[in-house]
Nanobody, 126 residues
């Protein structure tokens, strides 16, 4: 049974930084894609960043230059380094994985992912 557990969410002031972690367990093979998604109250879930087995990454335009996605395969852990945080980054952040191939152009489509964590809350105050 696949389990994804996010951590690292917190309340910070604008301009601050946070590092989210996602511990993955139970995959029978290494996920082809791992991604971070977020959902703010009253808004649709949106893709933030994704990374594949070849270390190819994709970012939402709203976070390019501020967020960095990375993975530690030895620890089965996905990270999201978030810098220069803005109030509009406030949301529940979810980690997700996909087990099969996917075009990089679809890597931020949340509907393409099979497994999800429970989320970790990020709140950025102005």
């Amino acid at each position: 049974q696949v389990q994804l557990v996010e951590s690292g969410g917190d309340s910070v002031q604008a301009g601050g930084s946070l590092r989210l972690s996602c511990s993955a367990a139970g995959h029978t093979s290494r996920p082809v894609y791992m991604g971070w998604f977020r959902q703010a109250p009253g808004k649709e879930r949106e893709g933030v960043a994704a990374i594949n087995v070849n270390e190819v990454t994709k970012y939402a335009d709203s976070v390019k230059g501020r967020f960095i996605i990375s993975q530690d395969n030895a620890k089965n852990t996905l990270y999201l380094q978030m810098n220069s945080l803005k109030p509009e980054d406030t949301a529940m952040y979810y980690c997700a994985t996909r087990s099969t191939e996917l075009s990089i152009f679809r890597a931020l489509w949340w509907t393409e992912y099979n497994y999800w964590g429970q989320g970790t809350q990020v709140t950025v105050s102005s």
